[in-house]
């Protein structure tokens, strides 16, 4: 039998000897990638790609008639879609958008964890979207992105822990490798994707509530915060911190009972979130 400290060991191993098996982005979002890196691409060829994947077709366009991106008229097709998302946003977002497909599961255990994972995602997602528009320069379909892959880390975990059932007997030694190393698995994941490295810095330094920049907010930031606000009025540990304690929130302002979900952006959080659930 594999206790969770041998688990943890042999996990530690695997990274650190590049022996770990990664995930792989699916086919449609690695094709979306390269169509979109060639210069003289038209928004009905991006179009043609997302295309050969209905339900990421059905959701990419909800996502295009959300708040964020809404126009005058309602969007009714992929082309349409792409062409008022623009190539890169509509880059950033389909790779979002396919982490669902990869949050799948065996066991009943994990299953749970992933389901919770992906719905926590796309809540943080949708706030980091809206702090990014009301209170920074930033990109907001990178704060959106840098929301729906902060957890990505705790995947190769729950894929391993799926063949070890004494592990999965242990919940609470589970979610605790989870907690400890899933930040570090995040970061060598997005590098692996060969994600912007301000992006793979939000899987990396998420979790720690005491790191300061400087000056400038950027997208652990935002992420940090809108991970705090997902908490407020639940029994979780983190619903409890005083905001005015965080460096990320004092820098954007969000010091004492600030509450984001109460401002002017909740009905935009909701409906983005919809959007991004499917």
């Known amino acids: 039998m594999v206790s969770a400290d041998e688990f943890y060991s042999q996990l530690l191993k695997d990274i650190q000897t590049n022996q770990l098996v990664l995930p792989t982005l699916p086919e449609v979002a690695l094709r979306v990638r390269d169509t979109v890196e060639n210069e003289d691409v038209s928004a009905k060829e991006v179009a043609s790609v997302i295309s050969t994947d209905a339900a990421l077709s059905a959701r990419l366009i909800q996502v295009a008639n959300s708040p964020m991106y809404r126009g005058s008229k309602q969007i009714e097709d992929i082309q349409t879609a792409v062409a008022r998302l623009g190539f890169t946003t509509t880059r950033d977002i389909v790779t979002g958008l396919v982490m669902q497909q990869m949050f799948q599961a065996t066991s009943e255990v994990t299953d749970k964890r992933l389901r919770h994972i992906w719905e926590h995602s796309t809540q943080v997602a949708s706030i980091s979207q809206v702090l990014c528009s009301q209170f920074t320069r930033l990109k907001k379909d ?130 983005i979130q919809k959007s991004l659930m499917g």
Do not use: T
């Open 142 to 271: 990178h704060a959106l992105l840098a929301g729906l892959v902060h957890d990505i880390g705790a995947l190769p975990i729950l894929v391993a822990a799926e063949d070890m059932p004494e592990l999965l007997e242990d919940e609470a030694a589970l979610d605790k490798l989870i907690k400890e190393l899933h930040p570090r698995l995040g970061k060598i994941i997005l590098e692996s994707w060969h994600f912007l490295p301000e992006i793979s810095a939000v899987a990396a330094e998420h979790e720690d509530l005491n790191r300061n920049s400087g000056d400038e907010i950027d997208y652990v930031d935002l992420v940090q915060v809108a991970n705090l606000q997902s908490y407020i009025g639940s029994d979780n540990p983190l619903a409890k911190i005083d905001f005015d304690s965080v460096p990320a929130c004092v820098k954007l302002g969000l010091g004492g009972d600030v509450n984001v979900i109460d401002m002017d952006g909740f009905e935009e959080i909701e409906d």
